[in-house]
C-alpha cells in the first residue's frame, strides 16, 4: 500500500463547522462532510475500509463533471461561504477523496485522458489545451470508456459540455456514446448557447437543438429524465457534464448580463465569453450552489426511479477552479500544475458496495476512474490501447492495497510527477522544485537542495513517461 495510504490513521477528518477551514488551512484537507448542516453535531467520517464480501449486480454508471470547480467550493471540502448540501449528502453517503487528481489542467485534456483512460499526449487531439478549433479532436477509432461498456452490453449517453472535437468529424456518438445532448465547445453563453465563435452550440445527436431556457436547468432536466428511465434491465453509463460554473459569470435570473454578451458576441468580440469585466465571489457562489441544486435534482430522479442502491456515482472536476474559486490552502489555479490547477473534489458512492460516511486520502486521477468503471461493469480495456489509469476497484471493494506508483502531468511549459506525498514541479520559470505535500500542501517549502538525490530520481521518472506520449507541435 502506498505511503499516503497509510498515514490514513494519522490524519483523521472529523470536528464541527470550524474545524473545517482549520484542517484546509493546516493542509491536512477539509474537514468532515456536511459540518456545516448540523452543527456541534455533525458525523464524523472515518478512514475508508471496504466493504468486503458483498455482491451486487453489474452497476449503472453516472459520472457528473463540474467546470472549473475548485478543490475547496464545496462546503464539505472547505468552502467558508459556499453551501453544497446535495454534494454533501453525496459525500456523506459514500467515500471523499481529499488527494484526487484531474489527468489535466484544462477542459478538454482531462475529457481525453478519462474518456480514454490514458495521458492526454497520447492521442494528437489531447496535445490541444483546450481544443479551440475544428482541427483537432477525438478519433472515432480511438476505444473509450463508453464505447468498451457499450460492447460489454452498457446502453451510454453523454448529456453536457463534450470539448472532445468539434462536427463533422468529431462527436460522442461517433466514440461510443450511443445518446449525445449537450455543447460541442469549450463555453457557451448560458442563454442564448453561443460558443466562442458566435456559433449556436446546443445539439442533440448531431443536429442543433433550440432551447433559450438556462443551459444548466436544461441538461438537469435531461439528465434526470435519462436516468429516470426504463433501460429494459440493460445496465446504463451517463456521462453528465456540466458548465457550471464556467465562465461566463451568469446565473439563472441574468437575462441582462446575458443580453450584454450576446450583443458584443454578435458584434465581432472574440473574448466576449471570457467575461473578464463581469463575475464576482458572490455571482460565483450563486452558480455553484445553483450546480449543487442541479446535482441533487438528478440524484432525486434516479432515487425515485428505484436504482440509486444499484448505481455507482462519481463526482468530480475537470480540472482546479479559475478567477473566483475558493481554493485555500492550494497554490494555483486552473492551466497550472500547482496543486490548485489539477486538486479535484473527488466524491463515490455506490449503496450496494460501498459504506458512507469514509473518507480516503490514497492518490487517484482521472485515467484511474476509466481502469475502475471498465472492471466493475466487467468490461476490458482494448490491449492495443494500454490504460495509464490503475483500477481502484480492488482497494474500493476487496480492500486490496494499492502499490505506490507515478501520477504523472505535462502541459506545455510545466510539469509535473507525484510519487506518494513527494512531487516534483517545474513551472514556467523552468526552475525544478521539490514538494513533500504531506506537510506542505501549499507548495512554499522547496525541498529541492535538501533532497538532490529524490529530485534526480523523480525528475528521471518524469522524462522516461515524457519520452513515450506524442511531442507538442512546434
Not at 471540502?77 to 459525500?91: E, F, M, Q, W
Not at 489509469?389 to 510545466?414: M, N, T
Not at 523552468?430 to 504531506?438: H, N, T, V
Request: aromatic letters at 10%; proline letters at 6%; charged letters at 25%.
Amino acid at each position: 500500500m502506498s505511503s499516503s495510504n497509510s498515514k490514513l490513521s494519522r490524519r483523521a477528518f472529523g470536528g464541527a463547522v470550524g474545524a473545517t477551514a482549520a484542517a484546509a488551512a493546516a493542509g491536512l484537507g477539509a474537514g468532515p462532510a456536511h459540518a456545516a448542516e448540523a452543527p456541534g453535531a455533525a458525523p464524523r467520517e472515518r478512514a475508508f475500509r471496504a466493504a468486503r464480501g458483498r455482491h451486487s449486480r453489474r452497476p449503472n454508471i453516472l459520472f457528473i463533471l463540474g467546470d472549473d470547480l475548485g478543490w475547496a467550493d464545496l462546503s464539505s471540502y472547505g468552502s467558508p461561504h459556499i453551501k453544497t448540501p446535495n454534494l454533501d449528502r453525496l459525500a456523506r453517503e459514500g467515500v471523499r477523496f481529499t488527494d484526487a487528481y484531474s489527468g489535466s489542467a484544462t477542459c478538454s485534456p482531462t475529457r481525453f485522458s478519462l474518456y480514454t483512460g490514458r495521458y492526454p499526449a497520447r492521442t494528437k487531439g489531447g496535445l490541444a489545451e483546450p481544443i479551440a478549433d475544428k482541427s483537432a479532436g477525438l478519433e472515432p477509432t480511438h476505444p473509450t470508456l463508453a464505447s468498451l461498456l457499450r460492447a460489454g452490453g452498457y446502453a451510454t449517453a453523454l448529456i453536457g459540455k463534450w470539448h472532445c472535437g468539434y462536427l463533422p468529424d468529431y462527436s460522442p456518438t461517433r466514440s461510443g456514446w450511443e445518446e449525445f445532448f449537450g455543447n460541442f465547445g469549450g463555453a457557451l453563453e448560458y442563454y442564448s448557447k453561443l460558443g466562442l465563435g458566435g456559433e449556436y452550440d446546443l445539439y442533440e445527436g448531431d443536429a442543433e437543438y433550440k432551447d433559450l431556457r438556462y443551459y444548466t436547468r436544461i441538461i438537469t432536466e435531461r439528465a434526470s429524465e435519462y436516468v429516470s428511465r426504463d433501460h429494459h434491465g440493460k445496465p446504463w453509463l451517463l456521462n453528465l457534464n456540466f458548465t457550471t460554473p464556467h465562465w461566463p459569470w451568469i446565473a439563472e435570473g441574468d437575462t441582462a448580463e446575458s443580453a450584454g454578451i450576446v450583443r458584443r458576441i454578435k458584434a465581432g468580440d472574440a473574448r466576449a465569453l471570457w467575461h473578464q469585466d463581469g463575475g464576482s465571489v458572490e455571482k460565483y457562489r450563486q452558480m455553484v450552489e445553483d450546480l449543487d441544486r442541479s446535482v441533487g435534482r438528478v440524484l432525486d430522479a434516479l432515487k425515485r426511479s428505484g436504482q440509486e442502491e444499484d448505481t455507482l456515482v462519481v463526482f468530480s472536476s475537470d480540472n482546479g477552479g479559475e478567477r473566483f474559486s475558493y481554493n485555500w490552502p492550494l497554490s494555483g489555479n486552473k492551466a497550472s500544475l500547482q496543486e490548485g490547477g489539477i486538486r479535484v473534489p473527488n466524491i463515490l458512492r455506490w449503496p450496494a458496495r460501498i459504506d458512507g460516511g469514509q473518507v480516503s486520502r490514497v492518490p487517484v486521477f482521472s485515467p484511474d476512474w476509466t481502469a475502475t468503471l471498465l472492471e466493475v461493469a466487467g468490461a476490458r480495456p482494448d490491449p492495443a490501447y494500454p490504460l495509464d489509469g490503475v483500477s481502484l476497484a480492488g482497494y474500493l471493494l476487496r480492500g486490496e492495497g494499492i502499490a505506490e506508483r507515478d501520477l504523472f502531468w505535462r502541459v506545455r511549459g510545466e510539469r509535473a510527477l507525484r510519487r506518494g506525498d513527494w512531487k516534483y514541479y517545474r513551472g514556467r520559470s523552468g526552475r525544478d522544485q521539490l514538494f513533500d505535500l504531506a506537510g506542505d500542501v501549499r507548495e512554499q517549502a522547496d525541498r529541492a537542495a535538501a533532497e538532490p538525490g529524490r529530485l534526480a530520481e523523480l525528475r528521471a521518472a518524469w522524462e522516461k513517461t515524457d519520452a513515450g506520449l506524442l511531442p507538442y507541435p512546434a
